[in-house]
């Protein structure tokens, strides 16, 4: 397909804060994500912006799964100059990083590319997004932050970076705010020491793991470093919050669950165990934050069940997923899906009890598969999951909304 320019006219609603029409529950990877608010812009008139249509290519025929189940490759995008290492939902775009540094602004569900920004920084490794802002996290120990803006080309403006100017002017003076990161070496208590893993967002704070094993907690409204959390044993790799929760995991094998009450600093309230010697590469949690499953280097996807005091957890399954390690999991209503170092894609089936059935695997990408992203948006009777890879694509499918459909065949795809 040719190079495709065309000129369209910006919806009425800011950019980035288009509410998707959601009709199945969704929970993703923590590298994975918030969908942006719908809160106004004083940058937002309405005004018109060039995009191309990136080449793309197009496979359509149904795979069979199950029985009628059937799934459906949609695209492969390319254009990231290293491998994608995270996606994030943001309205009615979705974004996906490299660590090629380079961070793409796609189109849903026509799959257009629309911008690119974030070029010349640290390599990406997670990234969020909230009101107006996009959140980047970067193997340089640093966060960007990036406004939303229409008044020039540059749609993402970069405008900060954690810590601030302002955060460090307030406390480097004082030898009490330094730490030992390693021996004959300190930093500020607001600092991470190593790359930054992952990412995720909750009522007015922004929280980041790090391979140095701290979570930091960052306050969205001065971007101000609240709290700086010994939290784990070894690196952080993934995290998700829920239900005034959040959960980290972690190399070092466990799922720790964090909490606070009223102004006071977070504290652990549980510990999930996993495998022993089995690093734990992601997170997730159900929208009811009854359930928490996570991904183990040794292929496995297990699942918790949690108390409703969010005090005592308990193993409830284990299931033998992929051959190599699971590197990401996400939610989407009653299926959960696990992307693999074998460059395969599990479709499971949540069951009573916290447990999983198989229902297929989804493949076609040349290397591990490092991130995914289900979109809440209902197309054709399913919705799009996106899976991005070491291969430097980020591939789409079409994914049924129910286990049982009939005829899926007989459906067709419209992409807008």
Sequence with gaps: MDLLASEITTPSTPLLFAAATSTIGMSSTSSSSSICSSEASEDSPAISFRFELQDVKYDYPSKSLSGAYTYRPLAVLSGHVGPVSCLALCGEFILSASQGKDI???????????????????????????????????????????????????????????????????????????????????KLWIEHADSISCLTVYNGLIYSGSWDKTLKVWRISDLKCLESIKAHDDAINGLVACKGIVYSASADGKIKAWGKEGKSSHSLKGILEGHK?????????????????GGGSDGFVMGWEGSYDFVSWKMVSETKAHQMAVLCICLAGEFLFSGSADKNIGIWKREAFGKLSKVGVINGHEGPVKCLQAS????????????????????????PKHSTLQNTEEKSISLC
């Design 104 to 186: 793409i602004v796609w189109q849903q569900p026509d799959l257009r590319l629309f911008t690119k920004f974030g070029q010349g920084d640290g390599s990406v490794k997670a990234l969020v997004s909230v009101g107006n802002k996009v959140f980047t996290a970067h193997q340089d120990s640093r966060i960007r932050v990036w406004k939303v803006s229409r008044r020039s080309e540059n749609v993402f403006r970069l405008v900060d970076t954690l810590p601030t100017t302002k955060d460090y002017l307030g406390k480097f003076m004082k030898q009490s705010n330094y730490v030992q990161t390693r021996r004959h070496h300190k």
């Design 376 to 399: 809440p948006n209902i197309v054709g009777g399913g919705f799009l999951l996106y899976s991005g890879g070491l291969d430097k694509s980020l591939r789409v499918w079409w994914v």
């Design 277 to 293: 010697d089995v690093s734990l590469n992601s997170v997730i949690v159900s929208d009811d934050g009854k359930w928490v499953y």
